[in-house]
T-cell receptor, first 108, second 114 residues
Framework: DAKTTQPNSMESNEEEPVHLPCNHSTISGTDYIHWYRQLPSQGPEYVIHGLTSNVNNRMASLAIAEDRKSSTLILHRATLRDAAVYYCDRSGNTPLVFGKGTRLSVIA | DARVTQTPRHKVTEMGQEVTMRCQPILGHNTVFWYRQTMMQGLELLAYFRNRAPLDDSGMPKDRFSAEMPDATLATLKIQPSEPRDSAVYFC????????????FGQGTRLTVV
């Protein structure tokens, strides 16, 4: 019973925006939505998180649906360095659970 | 530049040998996680500690794996005896307690058991 659902892979052209979707239909009221990414041969790294409102930081934006059952990670201009596996999770005060994630390929 | 440090980065060992992986969490972080990553299973949570006490180690094979935090600056993951199916990348992460906080991951220990 997966906590989140993401597409297996996506492709983007360099310098184009990328919208990575995540479905978390069983989210509870106190769960945060977290996004991490894993670059090749590295450990996962934090990207962004949010509760109800949309969030922006230097790496990305997080758009959260009004019913909170889905969210979208937005990379405003994809670069080759953004090629990675992107994971979303929804959790309260419990450890992150990583599903299969979305493998993002960026084409020059 | 605070970061989680894992040692060794790579380890090759023979089946049946004991393996110890070490992790130095970021100073001040009170929560430490151990994850294992394989191609087949992806990232799996093995165990996690809060304030040095184990909160959940249900993801670990109990007969051969053990995780400890001798002090706040060191977490260890031991496998005894090791088996080829333990070959994986083991990640340690640390963070602060709370649903809205982020976890910081180390570079991992790549373990190969032959």
């Amino acid at each position: 019973d997966a906590k989140t659902t993401q597409p297996n892979s996506m492709e983007s052209n360099e310098e184009e925006p990328v919208h990575l979707p995540c479905n978390h239909s069983t989210i509870s009221g106190t769960d945060y939505i977290h996004w991490y990414r894993q670059l090749p041969s590295q450990g996962p790294e934090y990207v962004i998180h949010g509760l109800t409102s949309n969030v922006n930081n230097r790496m990305a934006s997080l758009a959260i649906a009004e019913d909170r059952k889905s969210s979208t990670l937005i990379l405003h201009r994809a670069t080759l360095r953004d090629a990675a596996v992107y994971y979303c999770d929804r959790s309260g005060n419990t450890p992150l659970v990583f599903g299969k994630g979305t493998r993002l390929s960026v084409i020059a | 530049d605070a970061r989680v440090t894992q040692t060794p980065r790579h380890k090759v060992t023979e089946m049946g040998q004991e393996v110890t992986m070490r992790c130095q969490p970021i100073l001040g972080h009170n929560t430490v996680f151990w994850y294992r990553q394989t191609m087949m299973q992806g990232l799996e949570l093995l165990a996690y500690f809060r304030n040095r006490a184990p909160l959940d180690d249900s993801g670990m094979p109990k007969d051969r794996f053990s995780a400890e935090m001798p002090d706040a600056t060191l977490a260890t993951l031991k496998i005894q005896p090791s088996e080829p199916r333990d070959s994986a990348v083991y990640f340690c992460a640390s963070g602060l307690q709370g649903a809205s906080t982020e976890a910081f991951f180390g570079q991992g220990t790549r373990l190969t058991v032959v």
